[in-house]
């Protein structure tokens, strides 16, 4: 059963983390509602679909850009600090939104500003509470947090957008961003109120340079088989396979000739499937890169059933079942990279994963777009699923080399 203890063992067991969970179910709502706010002001300014996507690629170039430095950084200062820095930070972006915004002060390029520093602190903020979640639960609680983690923002990626329209509907985008200012406070006073006693100690390295840290954790993926099947099959599903933000509106639009309730049906059947996953990953409470490799397959095959489809129902069912592996293959690639690299990388670790799934995005999101461009949603899909069923078979390759399966047993053995 899904609600037993065993899913929600990482809030039971520490004080820490459940503050951490409670100011992140907050924050992770606020993020969501800003998000529609954001999109919908610039249109509002602009009536332009072109500087919407510009808002997109603001807001996700600088974790592009800074994605495999930023873990040097984490591994180099308090990890707890850094997150605090980082979230006070998007507190006082999302305040100067909502004075601009509520002033009618805005305009597109501050909007465009904003959303650039924003990225940047999202940059930091993203691996730095992950590797936080490490240092609050252990490694052995780590799978079950991680999993609750992604429960989190996958409600919110269902939650928020319903909250941000009714909120920007009724009251005003300059509204949503202030509610997303307060989101912030529930976040920084969980970080604030961590006792820092029960963290576990981690190794810093303090003399690595922001170069030299970054090539030293794109060794450690390439010279261990488990961290490298993890890091780069989510780099290239994430970039070439998950480009749904693209994909669903254009489904319920030429697909399936509907209307942006179409639209929102299918992505609230995503998030459902997305958030079963997320609660069954959490309760499970493992992490094996099999299950990795055979949540990426099934991804894989559900789109590439889903490529010719044209009926609502068949589409949301896929959809959901799209949700619900997306997850599996997301947590656990992020719960391997962090449990395989050593001591003085663990921040690198979870910078690499967020670059990884997030690094991608303005290419595949161009990719995806001209797939459709070319040969409609079908062909996008067709490509999507091949490259995902190619990448789990590549990983299951990979693993099964003899040196890696000796590093395998050694890893197993030693925990």
Request: with cysteine.
């Amino acid at each position: 059963m899904i609600g037993s203890g065993r899913t929600f063992a990482s809030v039971r067991r520490h004080r820490n983390y459940r503050l951490y969970f409670g100011g992140q179910a907050v924050s992770f709502v606020g993020s969501w509602v800003q998000q529609i706010a954001a999109a919908w002001l610039v249109l509002q300014l602009t009536h332009s679909a072109v500087a919407v996507g510009a808002l997109a690629l603001a807001q996700s170039l600088p974790i592009t850009v800074l994605g495999l430095f930023v873990g040097t950084v984490i591994d180099r200062y308090e990890v707890r600090k850094v997150a605090i820095a980082s979230e006070s930070a998007q507190l006082l972006l999302a305040a100067a939104f909502a004075v601009l915004t509520l002033s009618d002060a805005i305009t597109v390029w501050q909007i465009y500003v904003l959303s650039v520093f924003q990225g940047v602190a999202m940059a930091v903020g993203g691996p730095s509470r992950h590797s936080l979640v490490f240092e609050m639960v252990g490694e052995d609680d780590l799978p079950n947090a991680v999993a609750l983690n992604s429960s989190l923002g996958t409600a919110a990626r269902v939650i928020g957008p319903a909250v941000g329209g009714v909120v920007v509907a009724f009251a005003g985008p300059g509204v949503a961003f202030a509610l997303n200012a307060g989101s912030f406070l529930a976040e920084l006073v969980a970080l604030l109120s961590i006792d820092t006693t029960k963290l576990h100690d981690r190794v810093r390295d303090h003399g690595a340079s922001l170069v030299g840290g970054a090539l030293d954790a794109l060794r450690f993926v390439v010279r261990s088989a488990r961290a490298g099947v993890a890091f780069f099959g989510v780099l290239v599903v994430s970039t070439f396979s998950f480009n749904l933000n693209v994909l669903m509106p254009l489904i319920a639009d030429r697909t399936l000739d509907a209307g942006p309730q179409t639209f929102g049906l299918i992505a609230a059947v995503f998030g459902l499937g997305a958030l079963c996953g997320a609660l069954t990953s959490a309760r499970r409470g493992t992490n094996r890169l099999r299950d990795l490799l055979l949540a990426t397959l099934c991804y894989g095959v559900a789109e590439l059933l889903l490529a010719p489809q044209d009926s609502l129902v068949v589409v949301c069912v896929l959809m959901a079942l799209l949700g619900f592996f997306y997850i599996s293959w997301a947590a656990t690639a992020l719960t391997a990279l962090q449990l395989e690299a050593p001591e003085q990388l663990r921040g690198r670790a979870a910078s690499l994963y967020f670059f990884a799934f997030l690094g991608g995005a303005p290419l595949g999101g161009l990719f995806a777009g001209w797939l459709v461009s070319v040969g409609g949603t079908e062909l996008a899909f067709y490509v999507a699923g091949v490259v995902a069923v190619l990448t789990s078979l590549v990983g299951g390759a990979r693993l099964m080399t003899p040196s890696a399966a000796r590093a395998t047993s050694s890893s197993v053995t030693a925990r």
